[in-house]
């Protein structure tokens, strides 16, 4: 043992989905788009000034801040934008919860909420979701130190009505409430209506899922000007750079383009309704998704003997061995060729093994 090592921040890491590099693979393991980023953002790149990466960022990110206000039809003072979702949330839970009390969040959820948690010393309750996987209200009504949660969840893909959400946060006056919104533009109603009402809901949200662009690594948040500056606060009291300049030039494009963000939303939803269907036909069962994801399990088959058979078809799936969910898989919804090939697996899998019995 070295002399410093009592001395050392020790923490678990997140694990993140693994990105394989197979030939032929079919890649449902980390909910990216499997659709290219909006023509707009390819054409920037391609006109894109390579002079000014001599020079520093904008630290403000103000050209991008500036058209997510315009796009949400909020204050330029109530956005934040972060290196991806993690790194505004990471933000979040260092500025805001910052009690003796314990800070909320479902026991089945995003698995980087304990880790923040443990690196920053921030203590934490796990709220069991029901046995549908529900969020049961009534367990955020008691203190806390601050309460966060994903709609629609992860792994789950369960989406709650905007009543739920609304309650929890006007149930907390005296609390930051954080609602991680990465999957809400595959069918749910954003909590952003809820922002004008309520000084203690902050909404993130990403360009990771629904815009394509999980690898420009864009996320923001959306609350009332005094969370804004905290959280700008923290952020300037870390790294003032965070957003590099092809991401804010490329983010800027992604939201002009209305019209491919809902075709291509409009396509991931129709492939995730016809993967469902047949998911259900050949015996799957899964909570309602109303995310780029399933999570499914199947009453005679091993989750983990399926994920292993998958992945020597290089079809990349997400198991977690974890209580509650390891009879589970999650599923990306990729193109329709993916989810076809995708069922195909399945059904000869099945097929072979009745066979066999
Ligand atoms: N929140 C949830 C619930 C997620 O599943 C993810 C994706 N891993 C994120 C946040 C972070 O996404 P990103 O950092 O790419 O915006």
């Not at 789950?156 to 409430?177: K, Q």
């Not at 989750?303 to 977690?320: D, G, H, P, S």
């Amino acid at each position: 043992m070295k002399l410093w090592e009592d001395k050392v921040r020790r923490v678990v890491p997140y694990t993140p989905g693994e990105q394989p590099d197979a030939p032929d693979m079919i890649k449902l393991n980390t909910n990216e788009n499997p659709y290219p980023p909006a023509p707009s953002v390819l054409a920037a790149k391609t006109a894109m000034d390579e002079s000014r990466l001599r020079l520093y960022p904008d630290p403000a990110a103000g050209a991008l801040v500036h058209a997510l206000a315009d796009a949400y039809h909020v204050g330029s003072d109530q956005v934040f934008v972060g290196v991806g979702s993690d790194d505004v949330l990471s933000v979040a839970f260092l500025t805001f919860f910052n009690s003796e009390k314990p800070v909320l969040f479902p026991d089945i959820t995003y698995s980087f909420y304990p880790v923040w948690a443990d690196v920053y010393r921030i203590p934490y309750e796990k709220k069991a979701l029901d046995e549908n996987f529900r969020i049961v209200r009534e367990d955020y009504y008691g203190e806390n130190g601050g309460i966060v949660f994903p709609n629609p969840n992860a792994p789950t893909a369960w989406y709650e009505s905007l009543d739920l959400v609304e309650d929890i946060v006007s149930h907390n006056p005296a609390s930051v409430v954080i609602v991680d919104e990465a999957y809400i533009d595959f069918g749910g109603v954003s909590a952003l209506e809820l922002v004008k009402k309520y000084d203690n809901l902050l909404v993130v949200q990403t360009f990771s899922k629904s815009r394509s662009m999980a690898g420009l690594r864009i996320g923001y948040a959306i609350g009332q000007p005094e969370l804004i500056k905290a959280m700008n606060d923290v952020k300037y009291s870390i790294n003032s750079y965070t957003m590099n300049m092809p991401s804010l030039v490329m983010g800027v494009e992604a939201l002009k383009d209305t019209k491919y963000f809902n075709s291509c939303i409009g396509r991931i939803v129709r492939t995730r309704e016809w993967t469902k269907e047949k998911l259900r036909g050949l015996g799957f069962e899964f909570p309602d998704s109303k995310a780029n994801f399933v999570f499914a399990r199947h009453p005679q088959y091993s989750a983990k003997a399926l994920f292993e058979a998958l992945r020597k078809e290089n079809i990349f799936v997400r198991y977690f061995d974890q209580p509650r969910i390891s009879d589970y898989l999650r599923i990306t919804i990729g193109t329709d060729e993916q989810m076809e090939r995708l069922i195909a697996f399945f059904e000869d899998y099945m097929g072979d093994r009745a066979f066999s019995s």
